[in-house]
């Protein structure tokens, strides 16, 4: 293959990513994503939601969540784009709800293993 055909063929490879881009920030998000998203917004405060949906739909034609708006209504208006931004704050943040970890109680024979007899 010559150099001009690489060129040509990196050049159709940006030009289809530009396109899925584009097409990510006006399409709905899919069902799969809401879902999702539901699953992770019942894990969090409903106050950190806000905050990472408020910055997720910032840039975009969404409008952040309204006072009475359910999450479940919130989640539906998204872009894929949005949708996949929200997902990414909201992974790191899933576990904040928990309290200090507490460990396991040891039974009488795993005391005697781990020497505490």
């Not at 408020?54 to 872009?79: C, D, F, I, M």
Request: aromatic residues 6%.
């Amino acid at each position: 293959m010559s150099t001009k055909d690489d060129d040509d063929h990196g050049a159709y490879e940006a030009l289809g990513r530009r396109r899925r881009v584009a097409e990510a920030r006006v399409e709905l998000a899919t069902d799969k994503q809401i879902r999702y998203l539901i699953a992770l917004a019942s894990k969090v405060k409903r106050d950190r939601f806000d905050a990472e949906f408020s910055k997720a739909v910032r840039g975009t034609g969404v409008a952040p969540r309204g006072p009475e708006e359910t999450t479940q209504a919130a989640v539906r208006r998204l872009t894929k784009a949005a949708a996949s931004k929200l997902v990414a704050a909201l992974v790191g943040s899933e576990h904040s709800n928990e309290g200090p970890k507490i460990e396991p109680v040891l039974c009488c024979q795993e005391r005697k293993l781990k020497g505490f007899w």
